[in-house]
């Protein structure tokens, strides 16, 4: 018997030394100290023994065996335990060098950078800015502006409406004069001041044309402003953004919300024309609407497209790649 249970012990031991998970060290205790382990079944066995020192020895040796294949199991456990928790920290740690090596930093948009640079240059010149909402009422977007409902001057407009209010009342203002409205209604003069911002239409894209693109809006009202004014500040603006060696003229044209009216074109250093936006003295009709007494105040007004000044400043083909978001056309601005 004595020899039975030293025979269950070594096996015991070689095999927790053996063992390389915690889950073999418990089958191992199952096997062994189990209810039907091979220890406990040589307990049952040593009532069995026919003497009294018989009975004695073994019940000694057996709890020797009982005691170091404990120890030894418990002391593995340990180990093997320890072991498979430092593997399953190893596995699970979150490896952040990656992000750490590789900075990329980003920056302006193509033309919120032509946004920004026409904000600084009319801040040089002595402007303020602000902006208006995109969703505006029929009244600022056109009546204001001198466009009563039905004026043929509306249609070249191709106009998003809004479901909101009455019908037709409600639009996604198609260029910036709006704000002009709201600055005149909002702010006695004298103003300067310029308004960039988004604006829609409802046409068809094409390479010069986009649905939803910016304008930059300038407006004056001051004491004795005349057409003089109006021509030397346009000149200073382009002398200032495009560089000394540009300059500008204004030419006839029409416009329902001022009178006179003019397209602005910039001539480049090579001698070509660039038509950039269009302007004008402030209709009395537009300054009566917003409760300015023409015969007091006058003013002018301008605006140009940002996007178009974006794709004259860096030769783009299309104005439609600047907003598709390829990463790899962005860049290069
Ligand atoms: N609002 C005009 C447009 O979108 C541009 C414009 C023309 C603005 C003349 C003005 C102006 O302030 O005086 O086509």
């Known amino acids: 018997m004595i020899v039975d249970i030293q025979g269950v012990r070594d096996s015991a031991l070689a095999r927790l030394a053996a063992a390389t998970t915690s889950d073999e060290v418990r089958a191992i205790e199952l096997a062994v100290l189990g209810k039907r382990g091979a220890l406990t079944d040589l307990k049952t066995a040593l009532g069995k023994l026919a003497t009294i020192d018989e009975k004695k020895a073994a019940g000694s040796a057996l709890n020797e065996a009982t005691v170091a294949v404990g120890d030894a199991l418990a002391a593995r456990l340990g180990e093997l335990r320890h072991a498979e928790r430092e593997l399953q920290l190893e596995v699970e740690r979150i490896d952040l060098t990656e992000i750490l090596q590789r900075p990329t930093r980003g920056h302006a948009h193509v033309v919120t950078q032509a946004w920004q640079r026409l904000e600084d240059v009319f801040v040089g010149l002595g402007f303020q800015v602000a902006e208006g909402p995109e969703v505006e009422t029929d009244w600022h977007n056109f009546e204001a502006l001198n466009m009563p409902p039905n004026h043929p001057a509306r249609s070249m407009h191709d106009t998003f409406y809004v479901e909101h209010g009455a019908p037709g009342s409600t639009v996604l203002r198609t260029h910036t004069s709006p704000v002009q409205i709201r600055v005149m209604l909002n702010t ?146």
């Not at 919300?257 to 004008?280: H, K, M, Q, V, Y």
């Open 188 to 333: 006695p003069p004298p103003i300067y001041m310029v308004m960039p911002g988004r604006v829609f239409r409802n046409e068809t894209t094409d390479a010069t044309h986009l649905a939803v693109f910016h304008q930059i809006e300038g407006l004056v009202i001051d004491r004795g402003i005349t057409l003089a004014d109006l021509a030397g500040t346009v000149e200073s603006f382009t002398k200032s953004f495009f560089g000394s060696e540009f300059s500008s003229r204004l030419r006839p044209s029409y416009f329902p919300f001022t009178e006179p009216s003019a397209e602005f074109d910039i001539r480049t250093p090579a001698g070509n024309w660039l038509e950039l936006g269009g302007c004008g003295m402030v209709h009395p009709n537009v300054l009566t609407a917003v409760g300015l007494d023409p015969e007091e105040w006058s003013g002018f007004a301008f605006g140009f497209g940002i996007d178009r000044m974006a794709k004259e400043r860096h030769g783009i083909g299309d104005v439609r790649e600047m907003f598709t978001n390829d990463i790899r056309f962005l860049e290069q601005f």
